[in-house]
Each structure stands twice: as C-alpha cells, then as structure tokens.
C-alpha cells in the first residue's frame, strides 16, 4: 500500500509564559493550532493563517538563522522541528495517511482569543505555562515537549 503525505504546519503560540491550545473534540486531544499547506502557500505563511482563523490573533514566528545563498533557488526559513506523524494506520499495521508537519514557535501580543465563524469556540481553548504541561496527563508528548520548548524559546528572545 502506498502511503499518502500530507504537507502541515503547526504554530505554538506563546503569550507572557504561556501556551495556547484547544481540545479537539473529533480526536480527544489538545493541539495548538495548525492544518494542512494550501497549494499556493509556503509553511510559514500556513502556520500565521491557521494561528489567525483558529485563535484570531497574529503572531511573529521566531526566525531562525539561515545565510545560504544560491543562484538556482532561494532558502525558506527552517521551522523549528518538522515532524511525521502517522494519521491512519490500519489493522496490518500499514501506513496509509501520514502529515509531514513544519512545527514553528510564535508570540502574541495579547490573549484575546476571538476565532474565526466555523472554527472552535474561544471556550475550547486555554493557557498553559510549562508548569502546567508538564503537569497535566491528558496532553501528548510532543504538546508538552514542544509547548515547553516554544515557551522557554520566546521567553529567552523576550
């Protein structure tokens, strides 16, 4: 069976030592937000877009440092982890949907949630300082890992 990849991106939103995630109800869990790269989009400008429709705030990913210089291309600034996750496996074990996703770390200016109509209610989501991902069993490995991360990262930067 051939496995299908999807291009995502995902933004960590950081605001005065905090996280924002939401529940998603459909797969019981709580992510930040993030979704799938349009065709005429590049991975940065997904995560700023879904960080906008999902949480209604803009945010400033952190820019990493890049110098390379070519004739024949250009450089995209590198997201700060880019993850595999496998989205469906089947009962033989076989991999058919798997997301390929750019994980950026951005900051807020502010925690005035106000999602766009058909996205999550502004109730679905919360703050978590790392105190509180590290503390909380209903998250993921990879929310509390990489949540961690990004506050630590813009709190450094701040």
């Known amino acids: 069976m051939e496995t299908t990849r999807h291009f995502t991106a995902t933004a960590y939103v950081v605001h005065d030592g905090a996280l924002a995630l ?11 937000p ?11 400008e997904t995560a700023r877009r879904e960080v906008r429709e999902e949480v209604g705030l803009d945010v400033d ?23 595999l996750f496998d989205i469906n496996v089947h009962p033989d074990g076989e991999v058919g949907h798997q997301h390929v996703d750019f994980v950026y770390f951005g900051v807020a200016a502010d925690r005035e949630i106000a999602p766009a109509d058909g996205e999550a209610g502004a109730d679905e989501w919360e703050w978590f300082t790392a105190a509180d991902l590290r503390d909380d069993d209903a998250l993921t490995s990879e929310v509390v890992q990489i ?5 630590e990262r813009v709190e450094a930067e701040a």
């Open 22 to 32: 939401h529940h998603h109800d459909r797969l019981d869990m709580w992510l930040a």
């Open 34 to 44: 993030g979704g799938h790269v349009e065709r005429d989009e590049r991975p940065r």
């Open 61 to 83: 990913l952190l820019e990493p440092e890049t110098a390379l210089d070519v004739e024949a291309g250009r450089e995209l600034p590198p997201a700060e982890h880019v993850m």
């Open 147 to 151: 949540g961690t991360q990004a506050i």
